[in-house]
């Protein structure tokens, strides 16, 4: 298994600003997943994170707006530039670990204003 | 296009009702299968995973099922408590064991002691 922390676990932030947000994982792995859950909605997969490489960027998501970073085999960022009230979400950091199983961390809660 | 559809997409039932969820994957050419449970604000916490070539896996209470010929997936939940209202996601990977998650929308899931 894999246990997964982030930080922050939620943040109100004013239009315009950008918001860092930090995944920790309790072992090393090859690939960090960084996942958006808008209010009501299912999970959609921003990007594919592997440590030494530029991020994988899902359709509709952009290096510009939401870069990536990955220094190491257990830790990673994820930035989400100049907010507008529509990334107002829950920003979720996930692993494959053990059999192929995936594991989320407890998300970060972002509001804009 | 792959696609999974969760029904019904929410459920009420009395405390100790035996319940069962729906899953329903367009591609049978699935790698694994994984549901998930999720608290309002929260991640997600994994219950069970089916790799693709078992039929159903168990967890206490927990039983899913596996039907890849006809792209569906079920999970039972025995003697339902209040402290199992939550929602419950299903997600299909595809291309292999580093391949994307495609998750369904969900069911919430409200148990009325």
């Known amino acids: 298994s894999a246990v997964i922390s982030q930080k922050p676990s939620r943040d109100i932030c004013q239009r315009g600003t950008s918001l860092t947000i930090q995944c920790q994982v309790d072992s090393q792995v090859t690939m960090m997943f960084w996942y958006r859950q808008q209010p009501g909605q299912s999970l959609t997969l921003i990007a594919t994170?592997?440590?030494?490489?530029?991020?994988?960027?899902e359709s509709g998501f952009v290096i510009d707006k939401f870069p990536i970073s990955r220094p190491n085999l257990t830790f990673s960022t994820l930035t989400v530039s100049n907010m507008s009230p529509e990334d107002s979400s829950i920003y979720l950091c996930?692993?494959?670990?053990?059999?192929?199983?995936?594991?989320f961390g407890p998300g970060t809660r972002l509001t804009v204003t | 296009k792959q696609e999974v559809t969760q029904i019904p997409a929410a459920l009420s039932v009395p405390e100790g009702e035996n319940l069962v969820l729906n899953c329903s994957f367009t591609?049978?050419?699935?790698?694994?299968l994984q549901w998930f449970r999720q608290d309002p604000g929260k991640g997600l916490t994994s219950l069970l995973l089916i790799q693709s070539s078992q039929r159903e896996q168990t967890s206490g209470r927990l039983n899913a099922s596996l039907d890849k010929s006809s792209g569906r997936s079920t999970l039972y939940i025995a003697a339902s408590q209040p402290g199992d209202s939550a929602t419950y996601l299903c997600a299909v990977r595809y291309g292999g064991s580093q391949g994307n998650l495609i998750f369904g929308k969900g069911t919430k899931l409200s148990v009325k002691p």
């Open positions: 591609d049978s050419a699935i790698y694994n």
């Open positions: 994170a592997n440590q030494g490489s530029e991020a994988t960027y």
């Open positions: 996930s692993v494959i670990a053990g059999s192929y199983e995936q594991y």
